[in-house]
């Protein structure tokens, strides 16, 4: 017979398991199936648990939804966004932002975030709160980073602004742009190849540094 | 009894009022039912026609949508397309820019254009040829204009680029961007105040000639 203070991670790791395989099969059920078309019941088959099992782990599809879009944007942003908040002149100021926009670039061109991407806007006149969970989770956290860095490095007077947010959305629109943009419109999932990262990162420091880098 | 020959003109625009009739009517089955949601019968029904005289019209669904993304960025390019591509510099390129990039910027965030923009990107997946069609109607033709323009510039040695299609992308991107995203996502179609295009336009034309300008 098992300790019941032993069984209790046991448990509880049980417990997390099954959220992970909800939170993968409803990803999977949303971008097939879309937002409106995914039902709690297919989402409990294709994860292999009972409904309510489901609704122990989330109240509602909507919270589910917003789980499956901060994870992803946590696997993607993780990775750098301490680095974003942190960017700092270590002598080559361009250098360090086109490492950190290929980063930004290659993390958002990710096939999955891609296919949520175009769900929450294909969804977002019928259920706006989807597209605001995105927005949020994702784009505005970066924006929020890069402002933070801009900010500093004004202060520290290497860039020159009065609007750091601005400066900010202008960094990642010059840079995400036209392959996000393409990719939304062609259904194109492949990631650009290197040539390609480097033309739109390296020409979007460029045109950022020549209107912001205080001369 | 009418006499034949003067029947023609009166047959041919009961034609053009059938077929404007049809594109309304799909405009709206469109955005309100999906593209796959989207049945003939539902057009020719909503448009008070028979499904074969949508058939006169339009051989498929595919050449239906495309003809009302075409038609939509007739109306709102047309009306500042010829300006773009004959962009001088009239003693003062900063005041045209943003001049042309408000037109630009006010036309996109058209209603039915964010709708329809949402849609094409809601189905790419499934339907690349819909979104392959507004984006060669829409932003790469308003791209080819710009690059008509700057490339024209440059050459007059009132700008400094080398590759004009990506100034023109750059230029856009820093437009738009910000604007149509939140609108992509929040769902959100009333076009922006005054203020808010202002402060678009206003920053994003002095970003670019920051980088583009020869001085």
Chains 1, 2 share one sequence.
Do not use: C
């Not at 924006?143 to 900010?151: C, G, L, M």
Request: net charge neutral; no cysteine.
């Amino acid at each position: 017979m098992t300790d019941p203070a032993a069984a209790k991670p046991t448990s509880e790791s049980r417990s997390v398991r099954k959220r992970r395989a909800i939170l993968d099969a409803a990803t999977e059920v949303f971008l097939t199936e879309g937002f409106a078309g995914a039902s709690m019941d297919a989402i409990a088959t294709a994860a292999g648990v009972s409904k309510p099992t489901v609704y122990n782990h989330f109240a509602d599809k909507q919270q589910l939804f917003e789980q499956i879009v901060n994870d992803l944007v946590a696997v993607i942003t993780q990775p750098f966004y301490e680095q974003i908040v942190n960017l700092s002149d270590d002598g080559d100021l361009a250098k360090r932002l086109r490492e950190l926009a290929t980063l930004l670039l290659k993390g958002v061109m990710q096939p999955t975030n891609l296919r949520l991407r175009r769900l929450v806007i294909g969804e977002a006149s019928r259920f706006p709160d989807l597209g605001r969970a995105y927005e949020q989770h994702g784009p505005a956290r970066a924006i929020a980073a890069w402002t933070t860095a801009f900010k500093r490095l004004a202060n520290e007077g290497l860039l020159r602004l009065h609007d750091p947010a601005l400066a900010a959305e202008h960094f990642q629109s010059l840079v995400l742009t036209t392959p996000l943009n393409h990719a939304m419109f062609t259904g194109d999932d492949r990631p650009p190849g290197a040539p390609q990262l480097k033309r739109y990162t390296d020409s979007a420091v460029d045109v950022f540094l020549a209107a912001y880098r205080n001369t």
